[in-house]
């Protein structure tokens, strides 16, 4: 009879642990999915930003094009006036 209210009482205390456990596994399971939302939303970002980087390099192309003809400008303006005041 005590072996068996001791048994009983090992197994009430081994199902509480496991369902401790499971609860544990749940509360981390959660905590996995929103790591994983987390991840993808940083993803999506760093795709973003990457858009974005390469709409600037364009932009400074661009910009070092259009400061390269002002240059030019300077010197063909120069030009033409050596040639009309000569």
């Known amino acids: 009879m005590e072996n068996e209210s001791r048994i009983v ?3 009430a205390e081994s ?3 496991q369902d401790e456990m499971i609860d ?3 509360g981390s399971n959660q905590k996995l999915d929103n790591v994983e939302a987390e991840l993808v939303n940083v993803k999506k970002e760093i795709f973003k930003l990457n858009i ?3 709409e600037n390099s364009r932009a400074i192309f661009k910009l070092a094009t259009e400061v390269e003809n002002i240059a030019k ?3 063909r303006v120069t030009n033409l006036e ?3 005041y000569k």
Do not use: G, N, Y
Request: proline letters at 0%.
């Open 52 to 54: 974005q980087t390469v």
């Open 9 to 11: 009482e090992q197994l």
């Open 15 to 17: 199902l509480i642990k």
């Open 24 to 26: 544990e596994l749940k």
């Open 82 to 84: 050596k040639a009309v």
């Open 73 to 75: 400008l300077h010197d």
